[in-house]
């Protein structure tokens, strides 16, 4: 089976690059430089005409969609128990995944590229406060479902690979991370993890060879 990930700096494809990690897979890396537009480059929406990342490559076949991508990772990699072994728990991780992509991430890009968002003069500044205080709702949930507990269930599962994205990225942003102290200490414990040490290095790697060309 031959593996690639579409993969950009910063954003969510950090996500399956961890959890293939994880499982051990072997896969190749296909770098997107969407500071330079290649997302949205010919040849990229041939792949991906939604011209977004993380895309995963299966034997050539085009999977899209972080929730997609990482179930497929979890059922096709089970040693790695990257999802709950119970049912319930089961589809619980899979709509935590879902709250991740659907619920957080979308508060999260108004504050990079606000003028998505409302392209009036001077709206830019409104735009980011209010989808800061839906990050903060959303990051107050987390703190109480991480609430005495290393993970968001009995072990490590792409769940926490996902959320770990979200809260780290809100950090970027600048924003008050003081009153989620179980979302900080799973930050903290998640950059311990040997598969997110060698992404932090790789995104590091990435991002100085974008810079020279």
Known sequence: MKLALYYAPIACSMVPYINLTE???DFEVRPVNMGKGQHNSP?????NPKHKVPVLLV??????ENVAINLWIARNFPQ???LPSDPMKEIKAISLMAWC???????LTPNANPKRFCD??????????CAQKLLAENFTIANNLLAGRDWFFDHFTAVDSYFFWTFRRG???GLDMSPFS??????DRMMQRPSVQKLIAYEAKTMEEFSKT
Not at 43 to 47: A, F, G, H, P
Not at 59 to 64: L, P, S
Not at 102 to 107: D, V
Not at 120 to 129: D, F, Q, R, S, Y
């Open 59 to 64: 034997d050539g076949e085009v999977i899209t």
């Open 101 to 107: 992509a659907s619920g957080i991430h979308p508060a």
């Open 23 to 25: 499982s051990g897979a």
């Open 182 to 187: 179980n979302c900080v200490s799973h930050r």
């Open 120 to 129: 009036l003069p001077g709206t830019e500044e409104n735009v980011k406060a």
């Open 80 to 82: 790695a128990k990257l």
């Open 43 to 47: 040849d990229y929406l041939k792949v």
């Open 171 to 173: 950090t970027q942003f």
